[in-house]
């Protein structure tokens, strides 16, 4: 129901924009977030934003970098980064909030290697 794409390798200082598309179920009424998990670490969030695509949330090491954002009527939404650094090497995750107040639905993920 979710599909992340627009991974890719880049260097360092690059940019890349990652997209998540949604089938099958609107996620326009929640909240959605882009999560990564680099090798041998646990995963943890990226970014988040709400419903309305007003109010929106980094990490600390991304923040400044980072942009997410959602286009409702495309049922989609996108992680815009900049300034890349190796430590951004990861597999991205993009997730939808359900009825639960939980992150219910997961994306495939898209891999994103920064080289330095």
């Known amino acids: 129901q979710l599909q992340a794409s627009g991974g890719g390798l880049v260097q360092a200082g690059g940019s890349l924009t990652l997209s998540c598309a949604a089938s099958?179920?609107?996620?326009?009424?929640?909240?959605m977030g882009w999560f990564r998990q680099a090798a041998g670490k646990e995963r943890e969030v990226v970014a988040t934003i709400n419903w309305s695509g007003r109010s929106t949330g980094y990490a600390d090491s991304v923040k400044g970098r980072f942009t997410i954002s959602r286009d409702n009527a495309k049922n989609t939404v996108y992680l815009q980064m900049n300034n890349l650094k190796p430590e951004d090497t990861a597999v991205y995750y993009c997730?939808?909030?359900?009825?639960?107040?939980?992150?219910?639905?997961w994306g495939q993920g898209t891999q994103v290697t920064v080289s330095s």
């Open positions: 997730a939808g909030l359900g009825d639960s107040g939980r992150y219910d639905y």
């Open positions: 099958g179920r609107t996620f326009r009424g929640y909240g």
